[in-house]
């Protein structure tokens, strides 16, 4: 009986403490607008480039004819390369999404709470698996980068300016960003490369840099690979090893259209 009574009292005793504790709130928006674009609705400018500007001061967030797997590759933080599964309309179907955030809330924050209205309004569910792949693994070179500490007051911005030639064509880009970090950057190069870039610099701070992609006779293009490649060793003092190295995927299993009208 004394046992008994005594394992009634760790039940209740467990019980009380569970209740008793603060869970943890799941970040959201106070309030999250979703309107189906009309089909054939074009991509957003610099789209392609992993470049779109989402968030705004006082917690707003503002995303034009984005897709669901664009959304997907932002709030998580993932490179087009590293997901799979999901049907094809996630890459298709565009949205335009409006949502406020309680005050003025960071980049990071405005993440979590799209996770959520991913979750909630798109119905997302995924799993995650680690596989050897090829992939570019960056890291710092025997050498001090050439990167500069970003200023104070600055934009967090980059941009990518055609240098254009006599004859009014694109003869080659210059990259600027501003407070903007290397893992940000090696997604926009991601895009281009069509493969996963894993960033092992240990550098996770905000810089100012310049890369000049130029082509030349042997590569007339100048978002082509190589040039790319080269721009990160010699122009940002950056190792770049092609190599097979484990990356995380997202393997999507569930996404379902949200309609129109949802709020």
Known sequence: ????????????????????QDHPKV??????????????TPAPPMEHAGMV???????????????????????YGIQPSQHSGGPEWIGSDRYDVVAKAEG???????????QTVLAERFKLKFHREQKSVSAYVVAAGKTPTKLS?????????????????????????RVMGTRYS????FDVFARQLDTVIVDKTGLDGEYDFTLELSPDETRPNPLDAGILLSAMREQLGLAVQSQKTPVEFMVIDNAERVLAGNE
Request: net charge positive; charged share 15%; hydrophobic share 45%.
């Open 53 to 75: 500007q989402f968030t705004y001061p006082g917690g707003l967030f503002r995303a034009n004819a984005t897709t669901l797997q664009y959304l997907i590759e932002w709030s």
């Open 1 to 20: 009986m004394r046992r008994l009574l005594a394992f009634a009292a760790l039940v209740v005793s467990v019980r009380n403490y569970g209740f008793g």
């Open 182 to 185: 290397l893992s940000q950057l």
């Open 149 to 173: 500490p970003a200023k104070d007051g600055e934009a967090h911005a980059i941009r990518i300016v055609p240098q254009m030639g006599p004859d009014q064509k694109v003869q080659s880009y």
């Open 27 to 40: 970040p959201a928006f106070e309030v999250a607008s979703i309107t189906p674009c009309k089909p054939g």
């Open 104 to 114: 003025n809330a960071t980049d990071v924050e405005m993440k979590l709470m799209v």
